[in-house]
């Protein structure tokens, strides 16, 4: 993922969206010549997983998100 470790990274901020970082695990597939994977995001790559898992569900068929904390689904009140 660009701007990880040794790998290249742009300059401009704008390139580091969701979308594009969701790309570069996209194209990770293409470069691995892999159809679909299991997708595992840790701290702030968990966002990143998630949102691979939600808007690619052609490639990635699970998502594992580590050292995220559960926050239950809160009950949506509506008052009349």
């Known amino acids: 993922m660009r701007?990880?470790?040794?790998?290249?990274r742009p300059t401009a901020v704008n390139q580091f969206t969701l979308l594009h970082l969701?790309?570069?695990?996209?194209?990770?597939l293409d470069a691995l010549g892999e159809q679909t994977a299991v997708i595992a995001g840790h701290d702030w790559g968990a966002p990143?997983?998630?949102h691979a898992a939600l808007l690619r569900?052609?490639?990635?068929?699970?998502?594992?998100?580590?050292?995220?904390?559960?926050?239950p689904r809160r009950q949506l009140?509506?008052?009349l």
């Open 77 to 79: 009140c509506l008052q």
């Open 57 to 71: 569900p052609d490639r990635f068929r699970a998502v594992i998100g580590l050292s995220v904390p559960f926050i």
């Open 48 to 50: 990143v997983a998630w």
């Open 22 to 28: 969701i790309g570069d695990m996209v194209s990770l």
């Open 3 to 8: 701007g990880y470790g040794q790998t290249d």
